[in-house]
Nanobody
């Protein structure tokens, strides 16, 4: 019902930058919030940054001042600009969307969903 496709990951040297993008599609009724999470090898998945439909943002302390989350609500896209990357930023980055969706038509009902993308790897290494 809802699909998320991420792009923009890759290999970058310390101090470099990357921009991640996530596009949502499907029978989306309304998007409440979008976020980026990451999971490093052997560690739990953690919230990196989030943004509400109203534009309020929050960041993990470890990325504050280096990463910027933004969204285009009309295009149903969320971005993560990552600057001054460090080796400890190496992880698989996942897009997350808190949304409502419908099947066929909204008149038949609206359902809540916490959707996840397939993940895009980011490696910061010299």
């Amino acid at each position: 019902q809802v699909q998320l496709v991420e792009s923009g990951g890759g290999l970058v040297q310390p101090g470099g930058s990357l921009r991640l993008s996530c596009a949502a599609s499907g029978s989306i009724f309304e998007i409440n919030a979008m976020a980026w999470y990451r999971q490093a090898p052997g560690k739990q998945r953690e919230l990196v940054a989030g943004i509400t439909s109203g534009g309020n943002t929050n960041y993990a302390d470890s990325v504050q001042g280096r990463f910027t989350i933004s969204s285009d609500n009309d295009e149903k896209r969320v971005y993560l600009q990552m600057n001054s990357l460090k080796p400890e930023d190496t992880a698989v980055y996942y897009c997350n969307v808190n949304t409502t969706y419908y099947i066929g038509s909204p008149v038949f009902g609206i359902y809540a969903l916490d959707a996840w993308g397939q993940g895009t790897p980011v490696t910061v290494s010299s």
